[in-house]
């Protein structure tokens, strides 16, 4: 009787693993239904079961499309209706994944380039998780680098992955080893490179520290996931040098997905 009878909207699946990077943020992995597709970069509705009723909110799929699993990087909010709860999940429990994925941080979205740059802030890192496992990715392009700037050092979530982990990893090593290159931003404490990524850019260490040129809209294709703030900053600064925004219907040289919206 009290059992949940998940709506046909959405799949119930099962939490296999959950690992707390910090007191605000962790990662969670749950089964899959092989009827469950996605591009890399999409974001899908997932939750729980509340008093009866599914309690959802948007999330970027972190793992790959060729993936068993499912997994995500959550965020915890003080009092936030979903994260209060879903911080505490443990592995056996259920939790609902909408079954469309959507969003425009996908690869059909950009024109093609040479060198591809992820930025991210905070859990904007998420989307990104999932492009840089993608063997397509490094088919298109010559570089891709991702930026990840956080608060504080230990907010550097994956960062043993995508430096070690997936460079040297069984099959796609080979593929990504000298083409993926990490870049993270730590904005309030000591770190190699401190500060925003919006300052980092304008100032030029960015491109200085990786040994590549300033991007342009020639050569260069941009995806952004963060903040407000950071998102509105790095989009005028991408269409003051002449980038335009990609969507479904019309490939672009830069695409924008919100890490969150300010309530
Ligand atoms: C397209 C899209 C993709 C998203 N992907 C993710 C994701 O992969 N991981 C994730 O943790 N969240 C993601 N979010 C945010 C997510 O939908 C929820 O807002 C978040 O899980 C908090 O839910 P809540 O019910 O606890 O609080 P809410 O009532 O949803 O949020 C309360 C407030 O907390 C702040 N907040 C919410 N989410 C974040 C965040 N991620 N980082 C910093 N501050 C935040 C905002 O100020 C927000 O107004 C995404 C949002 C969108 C629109």
Not at 9 to 25: G, Y
Request: glycine share 8%; aromatic share 10%.
């Amino acid at each position: 009787m009290n059992a949940p009878a998940p709506n046909a909207a959405f799949l119930s699946e099962t939490v296999t693993h959950v690992h707390h990077w910090t007191d605000r943020l962790f990662t969670f992995r749950c089964t899959r239904d092989p009827g469950f597709r996605f591009l890399a970069g999409q974001f899908a509705m997932i939750g729980l079961m509340v008093d009866g009723k599914p309690l959802l909110r948007a999330y970027s799929l972190a793992s790959a499309p060729w993936d068993e699993e499912l997994e995500f990087l959550s965020i915890k909010v003080p009092n936030g209706p979903l994260t209060s709860r879903l911080q505490h999940i443990q592995v056996g429990e259920k939790v609902l994944i909408g079954r469309k994925p959507t969003g425009t941080l996908i690869l059909p979205n950009l024109l093609p380039g040479k060198t591809l740059w992820l930025l991210s802030t905070g859990t904007g890192l998420a989307p990104f998780m999932s492009l840089i496992k993608e063997p397509e990715v490094y088919e298109r392009f010559e570089n891709v680098v991702v930026t990840h700037t956080v608060r504080d050092v230990n907010e550097l979530a994956y960062q043993d992955f995508i430096s070690e982990g997936l460079p040297n990893h069984e099959f796609l090593g080979e593929l990504v080893g000298g083409k993926l290159r990490y870049y993270p931003s730590v904005t309030r404490q000591p770190f190699k490179n401190p500060g925003r990524i919006t300052d980092l850019i304008r100032s030029g260490k960015v491109f200085s520290d990786l040994g590549l040129p300033v991007f342009t809209p020639e050569h260069d294709r941009v995806m952004l996931c963060g903040s407000p703030e950071m998102l509105a900053e790095t989009k005028g600064m991408l269409e003051e040098r002449g980038f335009t925004e990609g969507s479904m219907n019309r490939p672009g040289s830069f695409v924008v997905e919100k890490a969150f919206v300010e309530k």
